[in-house]
């Protein structure tokens, strides 16, 4: 969380919330770009504008109209259409980015669940220990500029790209 998302995904999200406050749809563009640029493999890449697909239709369902032209967008992204919705609905760029936070690490405890043997109550303590981190996170990724927003994963990135291509999978990603 802090080494990954904490330095691309959060401080994209702060500028695009702050982006999408100033209806700026050109820096929304180019921070949406940005972030699928940064994904390692043509999973992740298809993984973020499918769930960026996903929220736009469900936010042109729920009266948010911006978010139609989203629906097939290819620079759509999970975090685009996440603060596209949080500065409409009035919250905050910090308390967006630690809801972002939260649904990002309910994911990979629920994966660590399913994947290993590490059971409910193991996994709700695991996600406790994460959750009290969050706002550091979000406070550290307010600070990084804009040249330094990135990370580093080759090994994250190998085994995506080795993923996308196996015979058979247990998650669509």
């Known amino acids: 969380m802090r080494n990954a998302v904490g ?3 959060v401080p994209v999200l702060l500028r695009l919330h702050a982006a999408w406050t100033r209806d700026d749809v050109s820096s929304v563009l180019n ?24 929220l736009a239709k469900i936010l042109n369902g729920l009266g948010i109209e911006e978010a ?17 919705a949080a500065c409409r609905w009035g919250i905050a760029a910090d308390e967006a980015a630690w809801g972002y936070l939260w649904s990002w690490c ?18 709700q303590r695991l996600l406790d220990r994460l959750l009290i981190q969050i706002p550091n996170v979000v406070s550290e990724a307010a ?18 790209a080795r993923h996308e291509t196996q015979y058979t999978r247990l998650f669509r990603s």
Do not use: Y
């Not at 032209?69 to 596209?84: D, K, M, N, P, V």
């Open 31 to 54: 921070w949406s770009r940005l972030l699928i640029a940064a994904r390692e493999s043509a999973e992740l890449r298809a993984e973020d504008r499918h769930m960026g697909h996903a």
């Open 143 to 160: 600070c990084i500029v804009d040249d330094d927003i990135g990370i580093s994963s080759p090994m994250q990135g190998i085994a995506s």
């Open 68 to 84: 139609s032209q989203w629906t097939l967008s290819s620079e759509a992204t999970f975090a685009t259409l996440f603060t596209l």
């Open 106 to 123: 309910e994911n990979q405890v629920l994966g660590a669940v399913k994947l290993i043997p590490l059971g409910q109550s193991a996994g």
């Open 7 to 9: 330095t691309l995904d």
